[in-house]
T-cell receptor, first 115, second 110 residues
């Protein structure tokens, strides 16, 4: 089965600890993305990567870091510098499909709670 | 940067009633996409509109892109309980990232 996997589904951490969220895709997509969603809110872009070994900051990158060493993997680290890390984190990947636009495919998400 | 405003934020309808959500931009958009997120789930792509005045249908769902490419709407005819969820519009910029609207949360009362 092709798709995007995120693990774990639920994650609890103590304040001040760094935590890394996993995102893997076997869709052979070039581009990958991380979003944050707060209750009742839309999706805000944290980081995105259009190609291996390259990534760009999104709208709310402060307190987060990423790496893209493999096409299939785009892990997100939530550092202790992130002021309000408790949120639902969504990973997505995309492929360009005609007219120069991308359709994004989302993973199931990780709910991070910082205690 | 470019943004889209989505209204209403919440909508409660009786099953069988129609529902419409609107997405508005102050600038011309190159495209618009619509996604649905079920409660507790993740966004799922519904459709993409690219052409001015474009109208597309998926069963009871009708999607429109305005003539000026500054607004879009999603209309659901005769809602069902399976339509419950949050509907997002989004547009892609030059660097392939998507900018999402804030979403419309639809509740369908049986």
């Amino acid at each position: 089965d092709g798709g995007i996997t995120q693990s774990p589904k639920y994650l609890f951490r103590k304040e001040g600890q760094n935590v890394t969220l996993s995102c893997e895709q076997n869709l052979n997509h070039d581009a990958m993305y991380w979003y944050r969603q707060d209750p009742g809110q839309g999706l805000r872009l944290i980081y995105y990567s259009q190609i291996v070994n390259d990534f760009q900051k999104g709208d709310i990158a402060e307190g987060y870091s990423v790496s893209r060493e493999k096409k299939e993997s785009f892990p997100l680290t939530v550092t202790s510098a992130q002021k309000n890390p408790t949120a639902f984190y969504l990973c997505a990947s995309s492929i360009r499909e005609g007219a120069g636009t991308d359709t994004q495919y989302f993973g199931p998400g990780t709910r991070l709670t910082v205690l | 940067g470019q943004q889209v405003m989505q209204i209403p934020q919440y909508q409660h309808v009786q099953e069988g009633e129609d529902f419409t959500t609107y997405c508005n931009s102050s600038t011309t958009l190159s495209n618009i996409q619509w996604y649905k997120q079920r409660p507790g789930g993740h966004p799922v792509f519904l459709i993409q509109l690219v052409k001015s005045g474009e109208v597309k249908k998926q069963k009871r769902l009708t999607f429109q892109f305005g003539e000026a490419k500054k607004n879009s709407s999603l209309h659901i005819t005769a809602t069902q309980t399976t339509d419950v969820g949050t509907y997002f519009c989004a547009f892609s910029g030059s660097a392939r990232q998507l900018t999402f609207g804030s979403g419309t949360q639809l509740t369908v009362l049986p």
